[in-house]
């Protein structure tokens, strides 16, 4: 399907989101992205070759589908300038903690659907959630998956106070992971190994026990218990 997007804020969140897009086939030329800072642009021309823009222009008029990638401080801001030309566009918003009632008021429509992200979805392992409000028709939800699609799992949830718990959840869910990491590598050195030693194992032990989770029938409990069973057993002979 053709159709043309425009990306306000450059970041993290919108390289990942248009990454997976051209990776899946979505021509560069079909993509706008509205980023302030120079070297993010220069960064965005260079490396995936889509049009970027200081500030919004009428050039985002042919945009089928704005994605909204900016923090959520200078979501409103961003808004008034970008709504004058976009007044016949789709709405994808990223941002944390904002809700779909503000972003509807913001933009004058109701054509809004909300996405929690997390940053894994810059190698396409990304766990998303989305919601729509009641002006998003299924050929615009199906337009979504296929956008969001190469950056990993997808799931809609039917109310509005959800996407916040899945911010809370898998939104911010991967710093817990990468602290948890942190701090197994710093207690393995501690008890003498090297430093690569043991971000070796703690990164394989995360990624082995993360695919028998998945894999397993057994609750994460029970598969817990397992590794946390009482020393004496060991010891029986
Ligand atoms: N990173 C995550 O793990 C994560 C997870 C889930 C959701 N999110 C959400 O994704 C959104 C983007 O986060 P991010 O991590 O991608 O942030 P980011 O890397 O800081 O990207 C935001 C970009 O927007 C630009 N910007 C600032 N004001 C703008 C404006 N008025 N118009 C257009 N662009 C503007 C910023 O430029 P300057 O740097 O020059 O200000 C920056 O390049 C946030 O709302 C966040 O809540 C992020």
């Not at 602290?179 to 082995?208: H, I, K, N, P, W």
Request: aromatic share 6%; glycine share 10%.
């Amino acid at each position: 399907m053709k159709f043309s997007t425009a990306f306000i804020g450059g970041g993290i969140m919108a390289t990942a989101i248009l990454g997976g897009m051209i990776a899946e086939g979505t021509p560069a030329s079909q993509i706008w992205v509205v980023e302030p800072d120079a070297g993010t642009r220069r960064k965005l021309r260079t490396q995936f070759q889509v049009n970027a823009l200081e500030m919004a222009n009428q050039d985002l008029a042919f945009a089928d589908l704005v994605i909204w990638a900016v923090k959520p401080q200078v979501f409103k801001d961003a808004a008034r300038l970008v709504k004058t030309h976009t007044n016949k566009a789709l709405h994808l918003s990223v941002a944390a903690g904002i809700g779909s009632d503000s972003i509807s008021t913001w933009l004058g429509t109701d054509r809004v659907v909300r996405a929690m992200p997390n940053t894994p979805a810059l190698i396409g392992k990304g766990m998303t959630a989305l919601y729509a409000r009641a002006g998003v028709n299924d050929d615009e939800r199906e337009l979504i998956c296929q956008v969001l699609g190469a950056t990993g799992e997808l799931i809609w949830v039917k109310d509005e106070p959800q996407p916040n718990a899945v911010t809370a959840l898998s939104g911010s869910g991967p710093a817990h992971v990468f602290y948890f990491l942190e701090a197994m590598v710093e207690a393995g050195e501690s008890l003498g190994l090297t430093r690569e030693q043991a971000y070796t194992l703690a990164l394989g032990t995360f990624g082995g026990a993360t695919a028998l989770a998945a894999q397993s029938d057994e609750p994460p409990a029970v598969l817990r218990q397992r590794v946390t069973s009482k020393e004496e057993q060991h010891m029986r002979p």
